[in-house]
C-alpha cells in the first residue's frame, strides 16, 4: 500500500510517498493536517515498527528522520525561489524609439495642454509641428504569454507625461500622468504600475492595436471625425464610431 503525507516547513508546503504493507486487519488515518516533516518522520517509523522493519532498510531512526530532512530540503527551497520570483516578477524595460500615430482617418495625435489631454485631429500643411511624438518603451513580460502583443509604455517626447489608464466613475480612461524612465524601468505585473501599459499588438505592416494591460480589452481609440469627438480614449472591442487600429510610425 502508498501512503502519501503533506507537510509543511516554514510556511512551505511538500509531499512525501513510501510503501508499506500494513499487518493484517490493521489501517492507519491521518486526521491533522497539514503536518510536519516531522510528524511525517515519526508516522513512518511507527508504521515500520508496527510491519516488522521490514521493506525499509535506512537502520536506525534518527537516520530515517535525518534523510527525510534532508532529502526535503532542495525541494523546499526550490518552491521557495520559484514563490519568491513570482512575487517580483515585473516587466523590464528592454528598448525604446520614437514614433508617432496617426488612425484610420489620418488624424494624428495632438497635446491640448489646458485640458492636459491628447486629442485626434486633421492636420495640415504648417500645422503639423503639433503632432505628439512620442517615446515608446518596450519590455520583456515577466511570465510566458500565448500572445504575441508587446507591452510598451508611451510617453510624450520632450515632457515627462505618460499615457496611463485608469477607472474613472467605474469605466478606464486614458489619462496622461506625470512620471520617469527610472521608475518605469521595471514594474511589477500585480502592482498598480501596470496602468503605464499597453500591449501592442500588430495587426499589419506598421499597424497596431494598443490594449491597456491594467484593464484587458479595452484600447486606446479615436472618434469618428464627424463625430467631433476629440478626446483619444478608452474603448472595448468592436465598440461603435470608435477606431482602435493605428499606423504607429517609426522615426528612429
Same mark, same amino acid.
Given at each position: 500500500? *502508498? #501512503? ?18 500494513l ?6 488515518? =491521518?486526521?491533522?493536517?497539514? $503536518? *510536519? ?13 508496527l510491519?516488522?522493519?521490514?521493506? &525499509? ?15 526535503? @530540503? ?16 515585473? &516587466? /523590464?524595460?528592454k ?15 495632438? +497635446?491640448?495642454?489646458g ?24 519590455? =520583456?513580460?515577466?511570465?510566458?504569454? %500565448? ?11 520632450g515632457s515627462? +507625461?505618460?499615457?496611463?489608464? $485608469?477607472?474613472?466613475e467605474?469605466?478606464?480612461?486614458l ?8 521608475t518605469?524601468? /521595471? =514594474?511589477?505585473? %500585480?502592482?498598480?504600475? @501596470?496602468? #503605464? ?5 500588430d ?6 492595436? +494598443? ?7 479595452? #484600447? =486606446? ?21 470608435? #477606431?482602435? *487600429? ?7
Amino acid at each position: 500500500q *502508498t #501512503f502519501k503525507c503533506y507537510y509543511t516547513v516554514n510556511n512551505t508546503s511538500a509531499s512525501v510517498a513510501w510503501s508499506s504493507k500494513l499487518p493484517q486487519g490493521l489501517d492507519v488515518e =491521518i486526521s491533522h493536517h497539514p $503536518i *510536519t516533516l516531522r510528524c511525517v518522520a515519526n508516522l513512518i517509523i511507527v508504521m515500520e515498527r508496527l510491519n516488522g522493519g521490514k521493506g &525499509f532498510a535506512l537502520g536506525r531512526d534518527e537516520s530515517l528522520l535525518n534523510f527525510l530532512l534532508e532529502s526535503a @530540503v532542495e525541494v523546499l527551497e526550490l518552491e521557495s525561489e520559484r514563490t519568491e520570483a513570482s512575487s517580483r516578477a515585473a &516587466f /523590464s524595460s528592454k528598448g525604446e524609439y520614437e514614433c508617432s500615430v496617426t488612425d484610420s482617418e489620418n488624424k494624428c495625435w495632438v +497635446l491640448n495642454e489646458g485640458s492636459m489631454e491628447l486629442h485626434a485631429m486633421m492636420l495640415q500643411g504648417g500645422s503639423s509641428y503639433h503632432k505628439v511624438h512620442l517615446n515608446l518603451s518596450t519590455y =520583456i513580460t515577466p511570465v510566458p504569454s %500565448e500572445t504575441k502583443a508587446r507591452p510598451v509604455a508611451l510617453g510624450i517626447k520632450g515632457s515627462n +507625461l505618460y499615457l496611463s489608464c $485608469i477607472t474613472s466613475e467605474g469605466t478606464p480612461t486614458l489619462h496622461l500622468e506625470v512620471n520617469s524612465t527610472t521608475t518605469l524601468k /521595471s =514594474i511589477n505585473h %500585480e502592482s498598480d504600475m @501596470v496602468r #503605464f501599459l499597453f500591449y501592442k499588438q500588430d495587426t499589419g505592416v506598421d499597424i497596431s492595436t +494598443l490594449e491597456s494591460a491594467h484593464y484587458r480589452n479595452w #484600447f =486606446i481609440s479615436t472618434a469618428l471625425q464627424q463625430d467631433n469627438t476629440k478626446m483619444v480614449n478608452m474603448c472595448q472591442s468592436a465598440t461603435p464610431n470608435r #477606431f482602435t *487600429t493605428f499606423t504607429v510610425q517609426r522615426h528612429n
